[in-house]
């Protein structure tokens, strides 16, 4: 598919990226974030899994102290990322595993109590907080709850082309997917959103939602989120950065639709990470610290008063 031409990218009205997306000399401790308890929330609230896919911590991180992801932060507990670890190392392996209650492990030692966790004996992580479902999956189990299940989906896991892209939608009631959502869209995220106010606008007042939404606007390619940027360059850490301050652009409407009928409780991560030169390696599917180590973090989306 033909990419577009960086000097006329929609999104160049980003702040031009700094010289080098640096780590940090000496990070403080990850925060952690305060676990509500999921038995009062399921029934109650509206629920919401943004998955951005592909998203490092360290460049989440790095954002975030820097200030470049103003609506991003304004929700984050602190106004910071929780430093995790990813379930999986590529997005199908991850999102299966989320979808089963697994969602990214806080990156410290544990046991580390779940939000959400199928019925099974012995599990050491189900506490008294935890929403228990009685069925093989996270999704299905709020269905029985009676919440509409809706999949807005990005990366080709979610394409509904063939029988693999068919499995994690597969999971819930309604399903979402198009080019404008895909990983070669410069305005996924918009597309994205966009769906899903449609979809929230469109259920009954009573109606309650859990909304999964996968951002692709992450994953390779993503060389265009970032003014200047070539195809033949490539992608990199500074358009990695790029395409985060391009989602946090957008995120507000999303927020803002899933809370515009009743409280949402929302869940904003990362599945993986992903490689651009670190220790000679590139892309994920691989065991390397830029790969397994995710940002996290959970929080309440109030309704209008």
């Excluded at 031009?16 to 676990?35: E, N």
Aim: negative net charge.
């Amino acid at each position: 598919m033909p990419q577009p031409d960086p000097n006329s990218n929609p999104n160049s009205d980003s702040a031009p990226a700094p010289d080098s997306v640096r780590s940090p000399a000496g990070r403080s401790p990850t925060p952690t974030t305060t676990t509500p308890d999921m038995n009062e929330v399921v029934g109650r609230d509206d629920l919401l899994l943004l998955t951005l896919d592909t998203l490092r911590h360290d460049v989440a991180a790095e954002l975030a102290a820097a200030g470049r992801l103003p609506n991003l932060t304004a929700r984050l507990p602190g106004g910071t990322w929780e430093k995790r670890h990813a379930p999986g190392s590529f997005t199908y392996a991850s999102h299966q595993a989320m979808f089963a209650g697994f969602l990214p492990t806080p990156a410290r030692p544990g046991p580390h109590p779940r939000l959400f966790a199928a019925r099974f004996a012995g599990s050491e992580t189900t506490a008294d907080g935890t929403f228990v479902f009685e069925t093989p999956d996270l999704v299905s189990g709020l269905a029985a709850r009676g919440y509409r299940t809706v999949c807005v989906g990005g990366v080709g896991f979610f394409n509904k082309q063939g029988a693999l892209g068919d499995v994690l939608p597969g999971y819930f009631q309604e399903s979402h997917w198009e080019p404008e959502f895909s990983v070669a869209s410069p305005t996924s995220f918009e597309a994205q959103v966009t769906r899903a106010e449609k979809t929230i606008s469109e259920l009954p007042p009573d109606q309650r939602l859990f909304l999964f939404l996968n951002a692709s606007a992450l994953h390779q390619p993503n060389w265009f989120h970032l003014a200047g940027a070539t195809r033949e360059a490539g992608d990199s850490r500074l358009t990695h950065a790029a395409a985060l301050e391009y989602i946090d652009r957008h995120v507000g409407r999303l927020f803002s639709a899933m809370s515009s009928r009743r409280r949402c409780f929302a869940i904003v991560c990362s599945d993986h990470g992903t490689a651009y030169g670190d220790d000679g390696y590139t892309g994920h599917r691989l065991g390397h610290e830029s790969v397994w180590t995710v940002p996290y973090g959970h929080f309440f989306l109030e309704p209008p008063t």
